[in-house]
């Protein structure tokens, strides 16, 4: 495991491309991404903002899947 822990703030997870490229950037292991509940509920309601015609349960699949495809991410 890296010993270099990156800390993904809201501004970096939405929008939904970079968030996607940080994402895969974590998978590779060169670094520990990290991100709390507090992140998640702030990218996810921005995003939502501006665009309400999202459904919020599809962002909360998103969600999920962040935290159970990337280890010990949440703090």
């Not at 010993?3 to 996607?20: H, I, K, M």
């Not at 990218?43 to 962002?59: C, E, F, G, Q």
């Not at 999920?64 to 991410?73: A, G, I, K, L, V």
Request: include cysteine.
């Amino acid at each position: 495991m890296s010993r270099f822990t990156v800390v993904y703030d809201a501004n970096v997870l939405y929008p939904a491309p970079l968030r996607d490229l940080l994402m895969r950037l974590a998978a590779t292991g060169l670094f520990r991404a990290r991100w709390t509940d507090r992140i998640h509920d702030e990218w996810m309601r921005n995003v939502l903002k501006n665009r309400p015609d999202l459904d919020p349960s599809k962002l909360d699949a998103t969600r999920q899947n962040m935290d159970s495809n990337c280890h010990d991410c949440l703090y």
